[in-house]
């Protein structure tokens, strides 16, 4: 049996940036926060901190009015 090595994995602003598709296809990156919740796909590296940087903000909103 074959071991399959671990997709790359990069980070930004405590979110994980990992590659999940090939990296010319949109949404090849999904973007994780460290709490868990999803923020989306991105189909770039240059693409996904720009992501990051505008859910980031509604996501700390979301996660205090919950708490």
Known sequence: MALLSPSPCWTHRGCQVQL???PR???AY?????SGVCLGHACSLTAAPE???Q???L???RLAATA
């Open 20 to 22: 999940v598709g090939h």
């Open 25 to 27: 296809c949109d949404g």
């Open 30 to 34: 999904l973007i994780r926060h460290s």
């Open 51 to 53: 992501l990051i940087d």
């Open 55 to 57: 859910q980031i903000p």
């Open 59 to 61: 996501l700390r909103q």
